[in-house]
């Protein structure tokens, strides 16, 4: 057996920072002058009129800008040196790794407040409720418009299936039909897509070309072939303006459609192949975590600030001394789930843990055809909607590593990628 190097580009680019990476930086820095100038203004105004509360939010307030800090390097860094050669797969995970620090100050931050809360309750302290609560109410503000500023906007919403039609019938040539899932039939147009609505999955068939008596007068079927050649029947029934199934379509989406509409005597089957979109990805693989722990941070202060103002107004008009305490505790629990789930979902990008099982099982379906067979299959994340994948192929056919580059081109996640076809008649190829 031997090995054969194939080059297919002569440089391979190694910039795999978010799409937002730039506006994001710069609603992290906004927010690093918003904190700084309020901290400013409470430590001056504190000094000035002699109220240690004031001074102590300030001081606080600086933790939020040393944490926005973090955030705002870790953007600078990676943009200055996303073509840095020593950076083997780019920079695109610094921000996780800044999302993970900020997580674990986040988690100290639990932890103080809680044993702060704790001693407060053994040993109640006296609060200057007039100073206090206005502090809070300030404080509840200026983390109000540092959420907004670090608000991602970006939504995905879910795209369903892209499909593409031909019809079976001896007579003529297929017709690849637009996408939506409308092709021509001898019963005129007709438009298949997949409903979800409130509820669970159907097909649901119009056909706009004939009028509601006409379409009446058609019965319609469904029947599915999966991946694997699983196969599913579905019953249409008419529902005053279009065919819906009976059925629930279980997931994944992705399969051939064999429609069949009759009209009498008069029948015809027709194929369309449904495909789930290849950027259709698990949730949160686009996700810029150190954005999400700029934002938990000011998030995670902003409900403190709601709560303590809870406590502090029990405290002061029913006399509930223990709201106060209560309330901490309360606050740091919910900061301490929000650091683990941060934790968590970092921790696995930086220890390059498959990001997206469906999207691997998808990559595997697209190169296991004609006996060909998937020997070893990495997939990892290099920054936010980048993935890095390394691909082992077993092949009896005479392919090599463009063909197989050339079938997984419609995955365009798939930033850096790297293929080696093992052939027992050729050897080895790789790309």
């Known amino acids: ?83 840095d050669a020593r950076f ?14 900020s997580a674990i100050v986040l988690a100290l931050i639990a932890l103080l407040i809680g044993y702060e809360a704790v001693r407060r309750f053994l040993a109640p302290v006296h609060i200057e409720f007039r100073e206090a609560i206005p502090i809070a109410f300030l404080g509840l503000l200026v983390n109000i418009v540092s959420a907004w500023l670090l608000s991602d906007g970006d939504g995905h919403a879910h795209a369903h299936a892209h499909a593409h039609g031909h019809g079976e019938e001896a007579v003529g040539d ?3 039909a637009p996408a939506g899932g409308e092709l021509e039939t001898r019963f005129g147009r007709v438009r298949l897509h997949i409903f979800e609505g409130d509820g669970p999955a159907r097909f649901r068939c119009r056909v706009p070309a004939l009028g509601g008596q006409a379409a009446r007068a058609l019965s319609a079927s469904i029947e599915t072939d999966r991946p694997g050649g699983v196969r599913a029947l579905f019953s249409l029934r008419w529902r005053g ?22 009209s009498g005597l008069d029948a015809a089957t027709y194929r369309l192949d449904f495909e789930e979109p290849q950027d259709h990805l698990a949730h949160g693989v686009h996700r810029d975590h150190n954005l999400r722990a700029a934002f938990i941070h000011v998030a995670a202060d902003a409900g403190v600030s709601v709560l303590a103002i809870l406590g ?21 629990s919910v900061i301490a789930l929000w650091a683990y789930a941060l934790v968590r979902d970092t921790g696995r990008i930086l220890l390059d843990m498959t990001p997206d099982t469906t999207l691997a099982a998808r990559i595997r379906r697209c190169l296991e055809q004609d006996g060909d067979r998937v020997a070893d299959l990495h997939l990892w994340r290099l920054g936010p909607g980048h993935f890095g994948a390394i691909v082992s192929i077993v092949t009896g056919q005479a392919r090599d590593v463009h063909f197989y580059r050339s079938a997984l081109g419609r995955f365009s996640s798939l930033s850096h990628l790297t293929i080696e076809v093992v052939s027992p008649k050729r050897g080895v190829a790789a790309s």
């Open 1 to 83: 057996m031997t090995a054969d190097a194939v080059r297919l580009e002569d440089q391979h680019s190694h910039v795999f920072l978010g799409a937002g990476h730039a506006r994001n930086e710069r609603r992290a820095w906004a927010v690093i002058v918003l904190c700084s100038a309020m901290m400013v203004l409470e430590i001056g105004g504190g000094i000035a009129f002699g109220s240690l509360a004031l001074v102590a939010d300030g001081l606080h307030m600086s933790t939020h800008a040393i944490a926005m800090l973090i955030a705002a390097l870790a953007y600078t860094f990676a943009r200055r040196h996303a073509n």
């Open 88 to 101: 083997s797969f780019g920079t695109g995970k610094l921000g996780d790794l800044a999302g993970f620090s």
């Open 174 to 176: 297929a017709a690849h």
């Open 241 to 262: 303006d279009y065919f819906e199934s009976d059925e629930v379509i279980p997931e994944p989406h992705e399969f051939a459609v064999h429609l069949t509409l009759r």
């Open 312 to 332: 502090l107004t029990a405290a002061r008009f029913l006399g509930w001394m223990w709201m106060d305490p209560m309330m901490g505790i309360v606050g740091g």
